[in-house]
């Protein structure tokens, strides 16, 4: 099979490239170096912060930036 596109890393923003190009009807081939897929890093609790104004927007425009913000980790006030 020939794919039209080649992502080398299975992480957050590799797989959501691969959805993003699968919507627009490219065939896309997902590589991951790691055999391990439910590594440390891909579990790391970003939350909003730690994305862009662009993937906010990506995020919203496919209806999951309130999934996304809603499972971010919050620190415990202190007092």
């Known amino acids: 099979m020939l794919y039209d596109v080649v992502i080398a ?8 490239l691969a959805a ?5 009807g490219a065939q896309v ?3 991951e ?6 590594t440390p890093l891909k579990r790391l609790p970003f939350g909003l912060r730690g994305l862009n104004a662009p993937t906010l927007e990506a995020l919203d425009r496919r209806g999951l930036l309130q999934a996304v913000a809603a ?6 006030d202190k007092g």
């Open 71 to 76: 499972t971010q980790v919050r620190k415990p």
């Open 33 to 38: 170096q790691s055999a391990e897929a439910d």
């Open 20 to 24: 993003e190009l699968a919507q627009g």
């Open 29 to 31: 081939l997902v590589l």
């Open 9 to 16: 890393g299975a992480g957050p923003v590799g797989l959501f």
